[in-house]
Protein backbone atom coordinates (compact mmCIF):
# COMPACT_ATOMS: atom_id res chain seq x y z
CA UNK A 1 0.00 0.00 0.00
CA UNK A 2 1.51 3.19 -1.27
CA UNK A 3 1.03 6.10 1.24
CA UNK A 4 1.49 9.91 0.25
CA UNK A 5 1.24 13.02 2.62
CA UNK A 6 2.25 16.22 2.12
CA UNK A 7 3.14 18.81 4.35
CA UNK A 8 3.99 22.70 5.05
CA UNK A 9 1.33 24.71 3.67
CA UNK A 10 -0.38 27.64 5.61
CA UNK A 11 -1.05 31.25 5.49
CA UNK A 12 1.81 34.07 3.86
CA UNK A 13 1.24 36.89 2.24
CA UNK A 14 1.75 37.88 -1.23
CA UNK A 15 5.78 37.81 -1.98
CA UNK A 16 6.52 35.16 0.38
CA UNK A 17 7.88 31.92 0.32
CA UNK A 18 6.82 28.28 1.54
CA UNK A 19 8.21 24.94 0.87
CA UNK A 20 5.87 22.19 0.58
CA UNK A 21 7.29 18.30 1.44
CA UNK A 22 5.68 15.14 -0.06
CA UNK A 23 6.80 11.81 1.64
CA UNK A 24 5.84 8.83 0.10
CA UNK A 25 5.81 5.26 1.64
CA UNK A 26 5.69 1.52 0.36
CA UNK A 27 8.55 1.75 -1.62
CA UNK A 28 11.28 4.37 -1.63
CA UNK A 29 10.14 7.53 -3.28
CA UNK A 30 13.36 7.01 -6.07
CA UNK A 31 10.60 4.17 -7.00
CA UNK A 32 8.17 7.00 -8.13
CA UNK A 33 7.84 9.88 -10.70
CA UNK A 34 6.26 12.71 -8.77
CA UNK A 35 4.08 15.96 -9.50
CA UNK A 36 2.66 18.75 -7.63
CA UNK A 37 -1.02 19.48 -8.42
CA UNK A 38 -3.63 22.21 -6.86
CA UNK A 39 -6.87 23.38 -7.10
CA UNK A 40 -8.60 26.04 -6.23
CA UNK A 41 -12.69 26.97 -4.79
CA UNK A 42 -14.47 26.64 -8.26
CA UNK A 43 -11.74 25.09 -9.96
CA UNK A 44 -10.54 22.31 -11.47
CA UNK A 45 -7.67 20.73 -10.47
CA UNK A 46 -4.42 22.12 -12.51
CA UNK A 47 -0.49 20.78 -13.13
CA UNK A 48 1.94 22.78 -10.78
CA UNK A 49 5.26 21.01 -11.18
CA UNK A 50 6.63 17.41 -12.11
CA UNK A 51 10.04 15.56 -11.80
CA UNK A 52 11.13 11.98 -12.59
CA UNK A 53 12.70 9.28 -10.50
CA UNK A 54 16.10 10.41 -11.32
CA UNK A 55 15.58 14.13 -10.30
CA UNK A 56 17.14 15.10 -14.02
CA UNK A 57 13.58 15.94 -15.88
CA UNK A 58 11.02 18.14 -14.30
CA UNK A 59 8.59 20.62 -15.67
CA UNK A 60 6.12 23.65 -14.25
CA UNK A 61 3.32 25.16 -15.26
CA UNK A 62 3.82 28.77 -17.30
CA UNK A 63 1.97 30.36 -14.01
CA UNK A 64 4.43 29.11 -11.67
CA UNK A 65 7.70 28.55 -13.76
CA UNK A 66 11.01 31.09 -12.39
CA UNK A 67 8.60 31.11 -9.04
CA UNK A 68 8.59 27.01 -8.29
CA UNK A 69 11.01 24.83 -8.07
CA UNK A 70 9.96 21.60 -7.47
CA UNK A 71 13.28 18.91 -6.10
CA UNK A 72 13.45 15.55 -4.65
CA UNK A 73 15.97 13.94 -1.63
CA UNK A 74 15.57 10.63 -2.41
CA UNK A 75 17.96 9.68 0.29
CA UNK A 76 15.50 10.94 2.68
CA UNK A 77 12.09 10.14 0.48
CA UNK A 78 10.92 13.26 0.03
CA UNK A 79 9.56 15.34 -2.76
CA UNK A 80 9.50 19.25 -2.10
CA UNK A 81 8.03 22.48 -3.95
CA UNK A 82 9.58 25.41 -3.25
CA UNK A 83 7.35 28.26 -3.49
CA UNK A 84 8.81 31.97 -3.79
CA UNK A 85 6.99 35.15 -4.40
CA UNK A 86 3.83 33.77 -4.05
CA UNK A 87 0.58 34.94 -5.20
CA UNK A 88 -3.04 35.75 -3.98
CA UNK A 89 -3.76 33.65 -7.41
CA UNK A 90 -1.29 30.64 -6.13
CA UNK A 91 -4.20 30.15 -3.22
CA UNK A 92 -5.21 26.73 -3.42
CA UNK A 93 -4.82 22.94 -1.77
CA UNK A 94 -1.98 21.45 -2.97
CA UNK A 95 -1.85 17.84 -4.24
CA UNK A 96 1.40 15.61 -4.05
CA UNK A 97 1.37 12.37 -6.76
CA UNK A 98 3.07 9.49 -6.96
CA UNK A 99 3.33 7.29 -10.34
CA UNK A 100 5.39 4.07 -9.34
CA UNK A 101 4.93 2.30 -12.78
CA UNK A 102 6.98 5.31 -15.23
CA UNK A 103 10.04 6.94 -14.93
CA UNK A 104 8.07 10.71 -15.41
CA UNK A 105 4.49 11.16 -15.70
CA UNK A 106 4.31 14.66 -16.26
CA UNK A 107 1.17 16.92 -16.58
CA UNK A 108 -1.54 14.74 -16.56
CA UNK A 109 -3.43 13.86 -13.51
CA UNK A 110 -4.90 10.94 -14.77
CA UNK A 111 -0.80 9.54 -15.03
CA UNK A 112 -0.59 9.12 -11.39
CA UNK A 113 -2.17 6.11 -9.62
CA UNK A 114 -1.61 7.55 -5.77
CA UNK A 115 -2.06 10.71 -3.76
CA UNK A 116 -2.21 12.93 -0.77
CA UNK A 117 -4.93 14.29 1.12
CA UNK A 118 -3.60 18.11 0.09
CA UNK A 119 -2.65 20.86 2.27
CA UNK A 120 -3.82 24.27 2.04
CA UNK A 121 -2.19 27.06 0.80
CA UNK A 122 -3.49 30.98 1.65
CA UNK A 123 -1.65 33.65 0.16
CA UNK A 124 -2.79 37.05 1.14
CA UNK A 125 -3.16 40.32 -0.64
Known amino acids: QVQVVESGGGLVQAGGSLRLSCAAS????????MGWFRQAPGKEREFVAA????????DYADTVKGRFTISRDNAKNTVYLQMNRLKPEDTAVYYC??????????????????WGQGTQVTVSS
Open 26 to 33: GRTVSSYA
Open 97 to 114: AAEPSAYYSGRDYALYHY
Open 51 to 58: ISRSGGRS
